[in-house]
């Protein structure tokens, strides 16, 4: 009967080994089918799936199990780990040299008024880019107009609008549309006359097959623009996709920028055992000649988390081709 019994066992093993490698292709290697795109978000949650099988797979003593679930479970880790930036830590910081950037959604604000204003004006940064600015908030944009001398706004009824609030001035406004997107792209001056453009473009969440080609769309058209610019820069995007979406990592590698994010819990200040399963869809971007010395979690009094603080600098090769 034992005999019997391990038989069974082994004409399993590679039905479940097969199962386990096709699932985790189908987070690494998306197929074009709405599923596998909807069910992208869930690959932090297989990871873990595939951990926990190896460890019951070692305890059952079937070795074939347990080393699959690991490799997948290995493997996925350094695809998860890729979609981010992978430095270990920050470069060190520059005070001198560094720009700070707040990247935020009002609207995502669980407080009053009053306390919105004064955790937008808590850090006194540099450049303040905010996202689905609708009229509702006319007496914020007044207010940050009397702190910050330059500025430019999209403000619309729906989620679109946007605003940018720089301490520098802007010597460059251009907002245009991509696929009925619009978008904000400045030039600033900033310290030591050195310039960088700000790009700022936000999408709703992509539903259907036909949502998705139109965000890809939009995302290569947007990387040509940037890789035109030949030239310092930050992307504040909220694309409402994960960071490890196919569609997000030709996007970075297409225009040469880097996230901001080490991993999808940097920077939160919520020490939580569920903070293991964050999936982050906003980020700041960065190009290939500066560098991120900061970054953070913004989040209101109840700890709700409405946007991303960074601060970045020029790398010291930029500095001594411009010296």
Known sequence: MVKEKNKFDSSLNWPIAIFVILVSCVFIFPPEYLLAKQISKYAIHWMFICLALGIIFMFLNLEKLLYT???CCGILASFLLY???SSINHAPNKNDESITVEFINPSLSTVV??????????????????????????????TLKEIYPYSV??????????????????????????????????????KNNKKMF???????PAITMTDFKKLNNLLNQLSKVLLN???????????????????????????????SRR?????????????????????????EDLECSDFDEITDSNLNPIGL???????????????
């Open 153 to 190: 706004i999209i403000n619309r009824v729906d989620p679109y609008g946007k605003a940018v609030f720089s301490k520098f001035k802007l010597e460059s406004i251009d907002t245009f549309t991509l696929f009925n997107n619009p978008i904000i792209l400045v030039n600033t001056n900033l």
């Open 83 to 85: 979609s981010y930036n």
């Open 263 to 287: 991993d999808n819990n940097d920077g939160s200040f919520k020490n939580n055992l569920w903070n293991i399963f964050n999936i982050p869809k906003n980020e700041i971007f960065y190009s």
């Open 309 to 323: 603080f960074a601060r970045y600098q020029f790398k010291k090769q930029s500095n001594n081709k411009e010296n």
């Open 198 to 204: 700000i790009t700022v473009v936000n999408s709703l």
């Open 113 to 142: 008024y009053d306390s919105t204003l004064s955790l937008l004006k808590r850090r006194n940064t540099d450049i303040i880019i905010l996202e689905e600015i609708t009229p509702e908030w006319n007496k914020l944009l007044d």
């Open 229 to 259: 610019l030949n030239s310092s820069q930050i992307l504040a995007a909220n694309l409402n996709i994960v960071p490890w979406a196919k569609e997000m990592r030709e996007f970075k590698l297409n225009a040469k920028l880097n996230s």
């Open 69 to 71: 679930a690991f490799i």
